[in-house]
């Protein structure tokens, strides 16, 4: 492990029992011992690029307090120009920005955007109660505008800070007001949530050290057949999960120790989002609670769910939710995959600006057809014994498709990215091509057969 890994560790891991801590304080002294413990990392790993985080945070404030009814995406717009000011900082002069600064920068763009929408909401909201005299029917919703300090308490709050899993501010909030924040379930889940992050931390250590990623880059790779180079790619995404599912399940640990994103079970919360339905605790029953709203990661289905738009949904669930709320509907284009694929593009660009980001994101849409149309022109005629056969190919494709993709993630550089794609030939792109022109050539032959049928039939 590198040394920056060693400190994400060390902080992931002294997050969880600082959380059970958090549960004894009223709600200012938990916001502003939040606010100071995350504050304390910032400073002590990034140091003068703090400022940029600081920056991004005022600035989202400012927004808010001139513009409410165009702050989201003036939020997005500023915050997204950040991004690239920040990334772009040693052609001003500037100091490259260190990696954990980087990730704060990543979460903090997720809140500023969250939050300016949130702010939005209320305002119209409360216009409407003015106006129809009833209370807003709106789920999960502010009850006042957050002030400054509110602003950087949630911007800076320990939980998330650097490995996430993204939260709104109204989760934020509930969690400061949770009336008996020791009552709610905390060590069971906890425990249930790392159980597994030893052996994920395990698989990830040994198979790394004999597949590194480093070893594609070599000469000596090109040399090997192209078996091996097809399943060095599987190897590499193994990696790859387990690195991200260690960390995650982590960091959803560190929420659960605090209680944070703990709501009734009947509030149907959504990763991301928190409740979906009002809800209201019955004093004369043991309610049954979740930490939906922060959980990022599905393991299991990531990896046995069929399709690869399912394959999204599972991973880094609540910036999915953030992408899917705030992103996908204000797209330009209408058509479902070319919505997809402006999505990915901005995800792209939020990871980072390396091109294999680009390259990698880019073939998510391309998939998405291919899959869409051996579906509708193939599985639909199938019986169930067929489907069954069908989903297990798919399947397959789905778990290549995404190690395919998952090279130009980590390999980052164009000429790297491209360089692998040839050297299996670029086949994971030949292979959904070619599903998208059977698909449409049988789709073809089924409404050329049909229009056959009633011509007769009109005929006679």
């Known amino acids: 492990m590198s040394p920056d890994e060693l400190v994400y560790l060390g902080i992931l891991a002294a997050s969880i029992p600082v959380g059970f801590l958090f549960r004894y304080l009223s709600p200012p002294v938990k916001q502003g011992a939040a606010l100071l413990f995350g504050l304390s990392v910032t400073i002590v790993t990034c140091q003068i690029h703090t ?39 040693t052609w001003f002069g ?17 809140k500023m955007v969250s939050i300016a929408n949130e702010v939005h909401s209320f305002h119209i909201e409360k216009k409407k109660e003015v106006s129809s005299f009833a209370k807003s029917p709106v789920i999960g919703g ?13 911007s800076y709050c320990y939980v998330g800070l650097m490995t996430g899993p993204f939260f709104r501010f109204q989760t934020y909030i509930d969690w ?46 090109l040399d090997h057949n192209f078996l091996f180079r097809f399943f060095y790619m599987i190897v590499v995404f193994f990696v790859f999960r387990m690195r991200f599912y260690a960390a995650w399940c982590g960091a959803e640990a560190g929420c659960i120790s605090a209680g944070l994103g703990c709501y009734p079970e ?36 990531t990896d046995f769910c069929v399709k690869v738009r399912h394959g999204m949904r599972y991973w880094n669930m609540t910036v999915q939710w953030w992408l899917h709320h705030y992103i996908y509907p204000n797209s330009p284009f209408k058509a479902y995959t070319l919505r997809a694929g402006w999505t990915m593009f901005i995800s792209a660009y939020w990871h980072g ?97 049909k229009l056959k049928r009633d011509r007769v039939q009109t005929e006679t």
Request: hydrophobic fraction near 45%; charged fraction near 15%.
């Open 51 to 89: 400022l940029h985080s600081l920056v991004t945070v005022i600035g989202t404030w400012i927004i808010i307090k001139s513009n409410w009814r165009r702050a989201p995406s003036l939020s997005l717009g500023w915050t997204f120009l950040y991004l690239l000011f920040f990334r772009l900082a």
């Open 94 to 110: 500037l100091p490259q920005p260190t990696p954990f600064a980087n990730a704060i920068q990543l979460i903090l763009t997720l």
């Open 142 to 154: 502010l009850s006042q505008e957050p002030s400054l300090y509110d602003i950087l308490a949630y």
């Open 176 to 221: 400061l007001r949770q009336p008996r924040p020791l009552a709610l379930p905390g060590r069971g889940p906890c425990l249930q949530r790392l159980k597994l992050v030893p052996v994920y931390g395990a698989l990830f250590l040994t198979v790394n050290s004999y597949f590194p990623l480093a070893y594609v880059r070599t000469e000596e790779f």
């Open 266 to 301: 009947k509030a149907l919360s959504k990763p991301g989002g928190g409740p979906t339905v009002n809800y209201s605790p019955d004093p004369n029953t043991q309610e049954a609670y979740d930490f939906k709203t922060i959980q990022n990661i599905d393991c299991y289905n």
């Open 353 to 449: 600006l390396h091109a294999g980001y680009y390259l990698s994101f880019l073939t998510i849409p391309l998939c998405i057809a291919a899959e869409s149309a051996m579906e509708a022109s193939v599985r639909a005629k199938l019986g169930p014994w067929g489907q069954n056969i069908f989903d297990w190919v798919h399947w397959f494709l789905k778990m290549r498709a995404y190690d395919y993709m998952c090279m130009g993630f980590v390999l980052l550089k164009a000429s790297d990215t491209i360089n692998y794609w040839m050297s299996i030939y670029f086949s994971m792109h030949i292979i959904a091509v070619c599903c998208i022109i059977v698909g449409r050539v049988l789709k073809g032959g089924r409404r050329e057969g």
